[in-house]
Structure formats: structure tokens, C-alpha cells
């Protein structure tokens, strides 16, 4: 790290403006992903945070740093294997080279557990990237409907899985050519033992329902 520890430190406690600061200066971009790396958890954690923001906000000056945060999946610290996860759903919009297809199955193996939060995490970027690859968005759902039969630390882990499932297919959904599976999976969350996760499903049936109902324009 050649910016002086005391200045780094500094910049990392403010996500935000390190953030802006290297959108500015791509230069910084190293500086940060070996901040991943510190010691103290403010500069790791602040490092992780501004790229998260990098990532949502410039996804092209973290394209070429695409295969980073594919080796940062298989971290020993989950924290930043969830960070990494949250990264790499971001550049799917300017995936120029199709990476994301090299690495399809390998993102979304969190689903069928045994860690509830990286399922989540991935579940949270399935609709990110079926947006930017509509192409694969059948795939997608397919990985996505596999937290089904997941098998987590509890059910009920799996029942709050599911709830961030139902969330990311009701944005699947109109990119999907095959819906059929999606509408039945969430048919069967209407009668969920957690009440937040039937929610959903009522709430994405009913979405549905409007949406069908609609008049064509």
C-alpha cells in the first residue's frame, strides 16, 4: 500500500467520499483492493464499502477487476465473500467479454446452502443480473427456486431464504419465458410458517394479478 497508513485510514472511515474520490482517480483502485487485506477492520471494511458503492454506482471501473472478486468467493472471511458476491452482480451491466458466463454456476452455488446469508446475498443479485442478461434470466430463476429444497443452520432460515427468493423472482418475472415455475413455487409460500415470507408471496400474487389485469396499450 503506498498511500501512508494514517491518510488511508482516514479516507476509509467515509465510504462515500473515498468512493467519489476514486471515481475521480482510478489510480486509487488498487490502493482499495489491497485495503481488503489490512489488518485494521476500519480500512477493511471501508475498503469493502466503497467498492460495494463502486460497483453500484461506476460498474466499468470495476470490470477489470472482474476475476478479483471471483477468487474473493472463496475468502475465509464471509464478509467479504458477501461483499464480493454483491460486486460482481453489478458489472453484469457492462460485461463486454461475457464473464459472468464463465462463472455462472460458481455464483450461484451459495443457494442450496449450508450458509443462509450468502444465499440471500446471491439471491439479492439474481435480479441485477437477469436484468443486465435477460438471456439467462430462465437460468437464473432455476438457481433461484433450488432455495426450495435448501438446506440451512434451521427452517427457518430457509423460510427467510425463501422470503428474499420471492422478492428477487417478482423482479424475474416479466423476463421470464417459462413463469409457470416461478408463480407455482410461490403459490405454495402462501401457506409459509413465517408470516413476513407468506406476505411476499400474497403481495407477488397479487402483483401478478394487477399486472394480467392491465389493459394492453
Known sequence: MSTPLATFLQAAQNPQRLARTAASKPRLLPEILDGLNADKPRVKYGCAKTLRLLSEQHPDLLYPHFDF????????????????????????RVDSED?????????????????????????????????????LADRIAAEVLKVGKARYQTAECRNVAIGHAILALGDLLPLLRRPAPVVQFVRRQTRNSRPATRKKAEQFLKSRLRASAAPLR
Open 99 to 135: 464473464k459472468f458466463a464463465t462463472v455462472f454456476s460458481r455464483y450461484f452455488a451459495p443457494i442450496p446452502g449450508p450458509v443462509m446469508i450468502s444465499a440471500a446475498t446471491v439471491i439479492g443479485g439474481a435480479a441485477r443480473i437477469a436484468r443486465a442478461k435477460p438471456h
Open 69 to 92: 472478486f471471483v477468487r474473493l468467493l472463496d475468502h475465509e472471511n464471509r464478509i467479504l465473500q458477501w461483499d464480493a458476491a454483491f460486486v460482481l452482480s453489478h458489472p453484469a
